[in-house]
Every structure is written in C-alpha cells, then in structure tokens.
C-alpha cells in the first residue's frame, strides 16, 4: 500500500470512529460503555503436532537404518488425564498471539525452539475439555531430530518421542437424499518402548455434487488425553497431503543428506513406495549437489546434498 492510500485508509477509518450510532454515541464512546462480560468467553489453548523421523535399532551395521516418523508427546502432570500422554501445548495469555502462545508453550513443555511451525486447525467440540469450555488451535511442526534436545518441563511430568502408526481400519459409503456420506474409520497407534498408546477416528464427508460437509469424531482413545488422537489423524493426513506439493519435508532432514534418505522421508511420510528414477528427478530443482560423501563404515560412500531454498533458484 503506498503512502496515499495509507493516509486515504487511515482517514476513513478516522471518519468510521466518529460516526455515531442509534444511540447517539462515537467509536470512542461505545468503547467506554461496552460491557465484556455480556458474552461468556471460552478459554483457548494452542497445542503442537511436532513431527520427526528417527533412526531404528539396527543388528546390522552393514545396512542402512531404518527410519520411522515419530510425535512428540508429553504425559500430563495434572488432572484432568492426570498420568496420560498428550500434545504439547497449552492456554493462550490475554496478551499474546496464539503463534506467541504455541512457541511459548512449545519451548516451556519441550524445550524447543526455531523449528518450523504452522497453523493446523481449531477444534471447538463443546465438551471436548472437562474442565471448561476451551477452543483448541492445532499447529503442525517438523523438526530435525539431530538438531534438537527435548525436555519435560511445566505441568509435563515427561516429554518422549513416540513412534507413529497409522492406519485405516474400514471404509464405508452411506447414499443420502442428493448425494452420499462417507465414512472412514482410522486407528493411530503411539509406541515408545513399553509404553502403547492407541485410537480410532472417524472421518464422515459429505457429497452433494461436490464436498460439501466433513465431520471429525472420536471413536475410542487409550493413554491419549482430551480429542487429541483425532488432531494427530488430522495433522498425519495434512502433512501427506502437504509433502506432495511444497518443500515441507526438509524441515525433517538434516543440512546435508543423501537422496535415498530423502526418498526414504518421502515414503514414510506417504506410506508407500516411490520409484527412485522419477523421485529424483522431481527433486532435481529442489537440491543441490556437494562436493561431500557420506563416510560410514560398510557402506559404499554416497554423495550428500543440500536443500535448494526458493531464493537460490
């Protein structure tokens, strides 16, 4: 916006405070008399999704590790799901964003910061919280696992990384007056070492014509606090869709990194296997050779690459 139109906005937004209303009074005016508790206000908490891949246990020091995506969570140190495990996250203050509130809150659970976030969803079941009525908005983060320490802190009694199962258990499709329902029933399962923790989801979209309606329920939940098992369904699903069209994955690898373990990100993300001849040529623009190799004992050196930023194109 230039300088004139800046100062052409600010005037009419000047003369829309002085208007006066049926009661006779200006912006300024209704201000000092507006009641605020004429409307009940909920809370609001911002919780975090952080994603990462991590290597596997391998017998084997001649084969490559296997890597597996992960979310972090941290078991609750308070009632309500006192001893339960849930995202990382918690109340937006009076005075701050929620994207202040998510990294705040991010940092004082987990101990991370500088890693890539970004708005999810918000989730606002009447009931989905005991304690009150609270809006929950999800954000979604990706995080280098060799580059980050985490740490249990506030009102977490632990913060682990858990290993991400995810998968459809039935499919069903309903017709209606007009069109059909579908209904997809999905089951996450969350592992680290002993501890199992698991739930289903279902997901109903509606078509008349086109999409017209999509509906978000909890089927069952064990170990997993409040509705935050439909939130990790929810992000799995974003993050598959989001890997197929931007740069989203290199948030999860490291500076520099083979194409095979880029390609295996991809695939663990997707759930499927990719052809390694039209992977890399789709990665081509995206990165960019170095003069360096990988040095592992019993593998065969591989080149490694770096991320081509958008800039450097």
């Known amino acids: 916006m230039g300088e004139k139109d800046h100062d052409s906005s600010s005037s009419s937004f000047k003369e829309a405070a002085q208007r006066l209303d049926h009661r006779g009074w200006n912006e300024q005016q209704y201000l000092e008399q507006y009641d605020v508790s004429e409307f009940e206000r909920p809370s609001v908490t911002a919780d975090m999704l952080i994603f990462t891949i991590l290597d596997e246990q391998q017998d084997n020091y001649r084969k490559l590790p ?5 979310l972090m969570m941290v078991q609750r140190g308070e009632h309500p799901y006192l001893g339960w495990w849930a995202l990382p996250g918690g109340f937006v ?3 701050e964003s929620l ?5 705040r809150e991010l940092h004082s659970e987990t101990g991370l910061d500088g890693i890539y976030m970004e708005q999810l969803y918000t989730w606002g079941a009447v009931d989905r919280d005991p304690r009150t009525r609270v809006i929950s908005t999800a954000y979604m983060a990706l995080a280098d696992s060799t580059r980050q320490q985490i740490q ?3 009102d977490a009694q632990d913060a682990r990384w858990f290993k991400l199962g995810y998968r459809v258990l039935q499919e069903k499709k309903v017709h209606i007056e007009g069109g059909c329902r579908l209904e997809r029933d999905m089951q996450v399962e969350l592992v680290h070492q002993d501890i199992r923790l ?5 997901v109903t979209r509606t078509y008349r014509g086109t999409l017209n309606g999509e509906q978000w329920q909890v089927l069952s939940s064990d170990g997993i606090a409040f509705d935050h098992v439909q939130m990790i ?5 974003r993050l598959r869709s989001k890997i197929e069209y931007t740069d989203i994955a290199f948030n999860l690898m490291p500076p520099l990194f083979t194409l095979s373990a880029l390609q295996q990100v991809y695939e663990i993300v997707l759930g499927k296997e990719l052809l390694a001849p039209a992977f890399r040529r789709k990665m081509a623009p995206r990165v960019i050779a170095t003069n360096e190799y990988t040095k592992d004992a019993g593998h065969r050196p591989s080149q490694l690459y770096r991320y081509r930023p958008e800039w450097e194109v």
């Open 66 to 70: 296997e890597k597996s995506l992960h």
């Open 93 to 95: 203050a009076m005075n």
């Open 99 to 103: 994207d202040e509130a998510a990294a």
């Open 152 to 154: 249990a802190g506030d």
């Open 198 to 202: 698991s739930g289903t989801v279902r």
């Open 233 to 237: 369904a929810y992000g799995l699903e």
